[in-house]
């Protein structure tokens, strides 16, 4: 059973739904997301500074004392086309204060002014950044929620792909790692999930991919090489229409070597650990707190 707080939630996130989004302007959606996100906030004394990350601009969120090098980097959902290191905050936020960790959130360019491949160069670009900053990979976890999930596994296979040495670490909640939109619970959870619509996500994927193949390895890393990844988590919802993304991926990671955990949570929805006020998410950001802190390098 999950909490009244979740479920209210979910009514809410319902009564949100567009049947059609291609009938809206991408700006109106985006202040939609905006405002459902501004429910989210930071912990209190979190502190926030710009910079230019190599290309991309980012913020750095920062709810530790520590002045250690050790950073998380993290990357946005939105469909490619939405959300900002602000929207995400919240979560931001409360990450870096369970891990006494700071958290470079990256704003890379978004569809469909900037498609495919600009959101896996800006994620390169800041997490070389990084490195030129003299933090060692060692003391690096990279990670992300929805799109940004899969942005997290395509920088990844572009990492390893250039010979770049990869973080010590990766965690997805909820990714999107097909835009084919092959996985079963595309359709079998579409009545039931509060946020995702069937149409809405072929409007993102066409948005993003701008008539590149969707199955390339850099726009759906689940048809991708996925030997030699650091550890992964993932995090899912089982009310969710992109639920069987993360088991596929989960079982593709595990079939090709590399040390991956997933966890369900039943009958919750798409990225409810961005709703940091719930109970559920509290819990579940504190489980990724400590996969975190057991991969990442203090130093």
């Given at each position: 059973?999950?909490?009244?707080?979740?479920?209210?939630?979910?009514?809410?996130?319902?009564?949100?739904?567009?049947?059609?989004?291609?009938?809206?302007?991408?700006?109106?959606?985006?202040?939609?997301?905006?405002?459902?996100?501004?429910?989210?906030?930071?912990?209190?004394?979190?502190?926030?500074?710009?910079?230019?990350?190599?290309?991309?601009?980012?913020?750095?969120?920062?709810?530790s004392p520590r002045t250690d090098k050790s950073t998380i980097l993290y990357l946005h959902g939105g469909a490619y086309?939405?959300?900002?290191?602000?929207?995400?905050?919240?979560?931001?936020?409360?990450?870096?204060?369970?891990?006494?960790?700071?958290?470079?959130?990256?704003?890379?360019?978004?569809?469909?002014?900037?498609?495919?491949?600009?959101?896996?160069?800006?994620?390169?670009?800041?997490?070389?950044?990084?490195?030129?900053?003299?933090?060692?990979?060692?003391?690096?976890?990279?990670?992300?929620?929805?799109?940004?999930?899969?942005?997290?596994?395509?920088?990844?296979?572009?990492?390893?792909?250039?010979?770049?040495?990869?973080?010590?670490?990766?965690?997805?909640?909820?990714?999107?790692?097909?835009?084919?939109?092959?996985?079963?619970?595309?359709t079998t959870k579409a009545d039931i999930d509060p946020m995702i619509t069937l149409s809405g996500a072929y409007y993102?994927?066409?948005?993003?991919?701008?008539?590149?193949?969707?199955?390339?390895?850099?726009?759906?890393?689940?048809?991708?090489?996925?030997?030699?990844?650091?550890?992964?988590?993932?995090?899912?919802?089982?009310?969710?229409?992109?639920?069987?993304?993360?088991?596929?991926?989960?079982?593709?990671?595990?079939?090709?070597?590399?040390?991956?955990?997933?966890?369900?949570?039943?009958?919750?929805?798409?990225?409810?650990?961005?709703?940091v006020f719930l109970p559920e998410a509290r819990t579940a950001n504190e489980e990724i707190a400590v996969f975190i802190?057991?991969?990442?390098?203090?130093?």
């Amino acid at each position: 059973m999950i909490s009244q707080e979740a479920k209210n939630v979910m009514a809410f996130m319902s009564t949100m739904k567009v049947p059609n989004i291609r009938d809206l302007p991408i700006g109106l959606l985006r202040q939609g997301l905006e405002h459902m996100m501004s429910f989210s906030q930071p912990p209190l004394g979190c502190k926030f500074e710009k910079v230019e990350s190599g290309g991309p601009d980012a913020l750095w969120v920062n709810a530790s004392p520590r002045t250690d090098k050790s950073t998380i980097l993290y990357l946005h959902g939105g469909a490619y086309s939405m959300g900002s290191s602000h929207t995400h905050a919240g979560i931001t936020g409360v990450l870096s204060e369970l891990t006494q960790t700071r958290v470079l959130s990256v704003d890379y360019r978004l569809a469909p002014e900037n498609p495919h491949p600009a959101a896996v160069e800006d994620a390169v670009s800041a997490y070389c950044w990084l490195l030129d900053q003299g933090v060692a990979a060692k003391s690096i976890v990279v990670g992300g929620d929805s799109a940004g999930g899969g942005l997290t596994f395509s920088t990844m296979i572009a990492l390893k792909n250039k010979k770049v040495r990869l973080p010590a670490a990766v965690f997805a909640l909820s990714p999107w790692v097909d835009l084919a939109l092959t996985g079963e619970t595309i359709t079998t959870k579409a009545d039931i999930d509060p946020m995702i619509t069937l149409s809405g996500a072929y409007y993102m994927v066409e948005l993003y991919a701008n008539d590149a193949d969707v199955r390339l390895p850099l726009i759906s890393p689940l048809y991708a090489d996925l030997k030699g990844l650091p550890p992964v988590l993932i995090h899912v919802g089982t009310s969710e229409m992109l639920h069987s993304d993360s088991l596929r991926m989960a079982k593709a990671l595990q079939k090709a070597g590399v040390d991956c955990v997933i966890k369900e949570w039943e009958d919750l929805f798409h990225v409810f650990q961005s709703v940091v006020f719930l109970p559920e998410a509290r819990t579940a950001n504190e489980e990724i707190a400590v996969f975190i802190k057991s991969h990442i390098n203090k130093s």
